[in-house]
């Protein structure tokens, strides 16, 4: 039996999402909601899908889960409404920006016993998989540092940053996610350091473009991230985890695996520099691993929790910026 | 619209065309052949094709081009027949193991106007179309040197290999292929040395398992061949082309994008062992750009010529080793 | 011209500047001091010298510079009696572990006039300069970020961490002046976490063996350190440094330019993993640059002040960890 | 006791090895001789040595060995006059450009049991030394294929062009002898390809600038060797051996190891471009083991054997050429 799932929000990711359940055997995509109509139809019409209202969705025998790819702030109220009608929930990260309603809205999800799975993708990259089961094999004995190095190829619109929390909550919240993904132990403590060196809007927007973060652990494991909003280069996204016999690492991945050597050197071109493509493959696993999910009543990861997990180190690191010091967090 | 398929032959290679028409918005499959009734009716289920018999698919009104997978020696009368039944036609390599066989059989795409692909996959693979690209752009100069390595994972079964008409047409007929596409120019001469390293089976079957070839052109450009039919670390596929100015190289694809560091070293992954899926993409952008041939009346490249060629290298490399000198050859 | 020289300490770093002087074709190795007459003797033999007391050395007119690698409680003094003696003085790091002594000492260095160079070996190291010389002509626009990582293939004997002043004067130090090196700009804050993972003889002695630290100038550049006394994998010295319009990094030294390509995967050698291997070039550039500036008259680089102001960050990166928040430092 | 050297020839590669025994401290230069005077007292003066005639150095007491770096013509009457005069010869490649010449040579030497090394200086660069042994420890199981890539940055003036015996005994040498020290067996087949890509004034000199060797040996193992006579990325010196297990490669050694990363792309330093740096180590080492070879009677390896055998290949290699066929060898 096919998952039957409608996708709310038909923009960028929404796109990306449909083209992952279109791409999935055990999945088939129904319906398409969107305010835009015209979004919400050409998004149908590529999938031969529906275009309906997010209530009648709610409402529908032929839907079984939802993907949620609207606006950051109708997250959470539909994460409670389609918890309430008995989906299974695929929600875009950050459930909100505010811790509190962020634990509301797990709550009811919780209360409601609803499937919901937050969207973290980098989990699902095949790279970072790998890595992550060479560590849980024991190849690098025990974790002692993880360091992250995540920097954008270009800063979003002025728009978008106003809107987005902030370098934490809306750019580094992937990195705290997989610090504590690959970190064993629950977070301790967390200081940043930010700054502005991109764009001076992106200042006066109240925001940073350039941060370091170290986080530890009770046992003294410690992660680093490391964050730009604009590499020159490409879309830079590495891990390397160290531990006590050795050091595994993920290494980027360029525009094609091609090597020119001329009098000015060996050159490879240049990073993949959109998202999209970059974790083409994650989002495909993601929506996969979903689906599982949704079909045997496995517990989805990540979880809603995890979603929280990593807006409160966003904040905590906000707030270290904010006050010079280390910030103490009760995590788990 | 979309161009309407049928596959020819279920079998590995026939899936993988298969799921590559199912990827591709500009087409779709409608009707699969096989002699093997449950082969066919598994791929026709998958996709939601229907099955047909041979005949059926040339006189059907809903089919516009046919992949021909089937075994080897039944190439060359399929391509006559779908020729004169009007169809385009897409079809495994080789067209024939016998040189006079596929010239008749070429004589008859000719007459008829047919449109005939050649699958040389490799031609569509990103990283080898990255590297043509930077050949084409100067970046190297004149090219003077080609340099192919090509190492199996492992040798196919004795049985495959009799019937295969050994390692030249088999196996190098890929880089002799990517040679002329890389070449700039036709060859004029080949030599070559073939041994039995691997498998002395493959000896007794007549065939050899080790080999290395030399090609120029009339004007001093080099191109060289090393195969062996068994790399211990995977699917060894490299190209190096030399020119006057540098070189540009298309390297190896490994399972994963990672390192491990430790006392023994730092290691990455061996290669990934599967043409299937060292090829993934080549195959999805090579059924893409054949459909767009289809559509738009464009000179199919790799042609049935292409195909012709690169046996005639063959057959020039393997009369070299039993002669012991240097063939010339009247190629284009 | 030969710069005469004498070398004060004929321990393990005595021996390498014992080398790089008799390899420097402007140096001659006149005399060597040591309280232990064996290692004295040992070492001038190998290189012709003659064994000579401290006291001598001062007086002599036949020497021109020395090279103190004592033991560092004796460094200070050193300095001092050789400023005073009118001799080029080339002195290992630390100069001292107490800021205001090596305050005093600098008084004494600048009030004789003396030339001193502090031995912080890393600025010579042949792929660190090609990293700085690109920083420099602009390849990667303006400094960002500067990122360290070094990582010792295994701790040293507890007896020695507890002299050593611990991790951030002892092995950080190196990282705090390559930063200062390559930031363009005084540090102004720094915030730091450390751990103990390698061994609790470590922490016994009051001393940690994991650590991060952040630093940051007051337009916002910011510099991250990773070190670790244990690297399973050797001797880890990474430079990373990120640009407005790029990144430019300095790579590991493995064991040897090699690859084994197996089943289990594309293993290179580990690291060299022995401090006097990998920096062996950089000691002799070092010695080399000592040499012209004695011979020239130049200003040493780097000189008594850049001791002192890794010292000044290496206490800030330790008064971090006891306050938990971020320091103020006044550098230059 | 140190071996007392006198090197024959003050050009480019004479003060190549004067500065290898220099540095060998086991080894002392004593004199020099060179046709031109200057020369001969320029490399004197920098070493500390005497300017002698040839005569009076074959007859001198305080000499122990030669190294024979005059013009090629000069090799096998010098290496005469020294067997006779009891001296252990150090003789550049080749011996002479003649196979018979060399036998003749070859008789005296080992008639008067003197102690010949030939200097191919490949065998000792440390890289390639890492390979063998990789070999050796049955890392890569039997060897059944060695590629050898081997490029100049830039072809040599004309005139050397003319004098030097042509492409296969000047510049393939080394590479039939890296072959022929990687293969373990004898080869036992030679063909050859060649053409003027470069300079037509090579192919004016009656020379190729451009080739690609096949060797076989009687078993079926292969080696290939791939030159030019200019590469616009620098020195190209690769070595892969591909055994029944798997893989060994030696990789190239660039200008320094660092990598900058632009929107261009990820770019390495081209690679050293002058042999004298490239094989720096190689030519230390090989000194060393000529050094040890003196001092404690050993055979000498690379021998004048080594020599021959190397040059009986490189003759196959033109004639095959000459022949357009496979040349049969009567190596071992």
């Given amino acids: 039996m096919s998952v039957r799932f409608a996708v709310l929000g038909a923009g960028r990711i929404g796109q990306v999402h449909a083209r992952a359940i279109h791409g999935d055997r055990e999945a088939s995509l129904v319906a398409v909601a969107d305010a835009m109509a015209p979004a919400a139809d050409a998004l149908a019409t590529e999938y031969g899908a529906q275009v309906r209202t997010i ?13 949620i790819c609207t606006p950051t702030d109708m997250h959470a109220d539909l994460i409670e409404q389609f918890a309430h009608a008995g989906k299974a929930i695929f929600c875009e990260k950050p459930i909100d920006l505010d811790v509190a309603r962020v634990r509301a809205c797990l709550a009811t999800v919780e209360s409601t016993q609803a499937t919901l799975m937050v969207a973290f993708q ?3 990259d095949p790279d970072f998989m790998a890595l992550k089961e ?3 094999a024991g190849v690098i004995g025990d974790v002692e540092m993880v360091v992250l190095t995540s920097r954008d190829p270009a800063p979003p619109p002025i728009d978008y940053i106003k809107r987005s929390g902030g370098i934490f909550r809306d750019m580094a919240i992937h990195d705290l996610d997989v610090a504590r993904w690959l970190l064993g132990e629950p977070v301790a403590t967390v200081q940043a350091a930010a700054s502005v060196m991109v764009d001076p809007a992106i200042g006066d927007a109240g925001d940073f ?6 986080m530890t652990t009770a046992s003294g494991r410690q992660a680093t991230i490391n964050n730009s909003r604009r590499a020159g280069y490409g879309y830079d996204q590495r891990i390397e985890v160290f531990g006590s016999k050795g050091m595994v690492s993920a290494l980027n991945t360029h525009e094609s695996r091609t090597v020119v050597a001329t009098r000015d050197g060996y050159t490879q071109p240049p990073l993949q520099d959109f998202f999209m493509s970059r974790y083409e493959r994650a989002y495909a696993n993601e929506i996969a691993a979903f689906v599982q999910c949704v079909k045997h009543g496995a517990i989805a990861n990540p979880s809603g929790n995890d979603g929280l997990q990593a807006l409160i180190l966003a904040d905590a690191s906000l707030q270290s910026i904010k006050e010079q010091r280390v910030i103490h967090v009760d995590c788990d």
Wanted: glycine letters at 0%; charged letters at 35%.
């Fill in 55 to 67: 209530d009648a969705i709610a409402s529908a025998d032929d839907i079984d889960a939802v993907v």
């Fill in 122 to 124: 980098r989990r699902f």
């Fill in 134 to 136: 060479r560590i849980e």
């Fill in 209 to 214: 473009d350039t941060a370091n973060v170290i």
